[in-house]
């Protein structure tokens, strides 16, 4: 879910971000907050959650998208930095660098979703909820229109594409996304801190989804499973675990090295698509 939302900028919009861990950490953090300082239930501290993260990703799209390539994602980076500092000493508020514990699992009309079944039912639906509105939004004018930009922003603007409206959508979009992403995973492990939300886990993000390929599709997915089994496979060789987090860091950079020189379009290439006649603001 996480990568989908990722996603939404690198694939569809061809923005390279390194926010996404912040909003998956304001998302979690947020959700932690209502549901433990004011008592509020599943279903409000997600909906609660998702707001406050769409607020704060529209506001910071406005200085963001005034920039594009590098200096882009200079801003996502500063912003995830700044993110993770708050997170790391807000402490009254946050808990500090030791975080925040005994997260009540969610209760889900009526029923606690305490077993670890039920929760990986939980996040496949909501996963399937996501799918399918990106499904539909990389076919509708929305995502036709990001395509284009991506492929060309002077030439869409030409034909009356708004970048600045269609950027800002898909910077909210992604971060609402990631905010669920954290919800349901401040939920499942019943316990949060900083440590979860550096600018590892957005390089991490990012590294997906240009290894698994971008736009709607196998792409996110392929280079989630890659990524996510490659530490599996470093485990059954005997490694170490502090000498396999290092060897894992040097395998994803020279495999992105060697992906934007042998095969940019990613493990699967976007498909194309027939574009539509007419292109709405």
Not at 92 to 108: D, K, Q, Y
Not at 230 to 246: Q, T
Request: charged letters at 10%.
């Amino acid at each position: 879910m996480l990568a989908y939302s990722s996603n939404l900028l690198i694939g569809f919009g061809g923005l390279l971000t390194l926010s996404n861990a912040a909003f998956y950490g304001i998302g979690a953090y947020a959700y932690t907050i209502l549901l433990i300082k004011y008592g509020c239930g599943f279903w409000t501290g997600l909906i609660g959650a998702s707001i406050i993260t769409g607020i704060i990703a529209f506001i910071i799209s406005i200085p963001a998208l005034r920039f594009r390539g590098e200096r882009f994602v200079l801003v996502t980076l500063g912003f995830q930095m700044i993110t993770f500092s708050l997170l790391y000493n807000w402490d009254w508020l946050t808990g500090g660098p030791e975080g925040i514990s005994g997260i009540p699992r969610p209760i889900v009309f009526g029923f606690e979703i305490s077993s670890h079944g039920s929760y990986m039912m939980l996040v496949f639906l909501a996963a399937t909820i996501v799918g399918v509105v990106l499904y539909y939004s990389y076919r509708s004018p929305l995502g036709y229109a990001l395509r284009a930009l991506r492929d060309d922003e002077q030439a869409a603007q030409a034909i009356g594409i708004s970048p600045k409206k269609m950027f800002s959508v898909s910077f909210v979009l992604s971060g609402v996304l990631s905010a669920i992403a954290g919800a349901l995973y401040a939920g499942y492990i019943t316990y949060i801190d900083p440590s979860s939300f550096t600018l590892s886990e957005s390089i991490f993000q990012a590294s997906i989804i240009l290894l698994g390929g971008g736009g709607y599709g196998l792409g996110p997915f392929a280079g989630t499973l890659f990524l996510v089994l490659l530490p599996e496979g470093l485990s059954r060789l005997g490694m170490p675990d502090s000498m396999a987090a290092n060897v894992r860091e040097m395998i994803y950079g020279t495999l992105l090295v060697l992906f934007m020189f042998f095969r940019p379009q990613g493990i699967v290439p976007e498909r194309v698509l027939q574009w539509p006649t007419r292109i709405t603001k």
